[in-house]
């Protein structure tokens, strides 16, 4: 059973389109995020639900929105993409907003031609 | 700003060697501290945390991590190494425990036979 899971896995697009990418967790938890992941590795917090209320928005361009139409599900839609959007996004829940011992999705390699 | 420095981009060692990752912090109040693991083309896996309980935390797969305030460090080791722990490995922060983590550029781990 997959803990937290997300689709596409591989998403090939070109510059301007607008793509989504779907997450959801069977796992009952409350809180909820995106995190980027550059070519260097680094990963950086993009979002984060709690019962789906957004809590942390980290200076993310307008491009980027997340909707969350239930505590289970956060899904990503990205609007114009560019070039430097190309990164893995990964999904990742946690029991609530108090406890970061997260589980993550096993990401979304974006590339953007 | 909270932040964790993971001193060495690569660590090589020959299989049942000593692992050492080093991880130094930067935070003005008590942190909570996590160690992740990512294998290959995979999401993060969670090792272990500090929450400010016993300052040497055991996780899984034989690692275990000591939090030593005076250093400010939050290194991970782990006895013998198995070719099985061969991955990226990640020191995150949380200064409040809460709302979100903040990551480190990652180590990855090389183990040769």
């Known amino acids: 059973d997959t803990a937290v899971s997300q689709t596409p896995k591989y998403l090939v697009t070109q510059m301007g389109n607008d793509k989504s990418i779907k997450c959801e967790q069977n796992?009952?938890?409350?809180?909820m995020y995106w995190y980027k992941q550059d070519s260097k590795k680094f990963l950086k917090i993009m979002f984060s639900?709690?019962?789906?209320?957004?809590?942390i928005n980290e200076t993310v361009p307008n491009r980027f929105s997340p909707k969350s139409p239930d505590k289970a599900h956060l899904n990503l839609h990205i609007n114009s993409l560019e070039l430097g959007d190309s990164a893995v996004y990964f999904c990742?829940?946690?029991?609530?907003?108090?406890?970061?011992?997260?589980?993550f999705g096993p990401g979304t390699r974006l590339l953007v031609l | 700003a909270q932040s964790v420095t993971q001193l060495g981009s690569h660590v090589s060692v020959s299989e049942g060697a000593l692992v050492l990752l080093r991880c130094n912090y930067s935070?003005?109040?008590?942190?909570?501290l996590f160690w992740y693991v990512q294998y290959p083309n995979q999401g993060l896996q969670l090792l272990l945390k500090?929450?400010?309980?016993?300052?040497l935390v055991k996780g899984i797969n034989g690692f275990e991590a000591e939090f030593k305030k005076s250093e400010t460090s939050f290194h991970l080791t782990k006895p013998s190494a198995h070719m099985s722990d061969a991955a990226e490995y990640f020191c995150?922060?949380?200064?409040?425990?809460?709302?979100?983590?903040?990551f480190g550029t990652g180590t990855r781990l090389l183990v040769s036979p």
């Open positions: 990742a829940s946690s029991q609530d907003i108090g406890q970061l011992a997260m589980y």
């Open positions: 796992l009952g938890h409350d809180t």
């Open positions: 639900y709690n019962n789906k209320e957004l809590i």
């Open positions: 935070s003005s109040v008590p942190p909570y």
């Open positions: 500090y929450t400010s309980a016993a300052t």
């Open positions: 995150a922060v949380s200064p409040t425990g809460f709302q979100k983590l903040v």
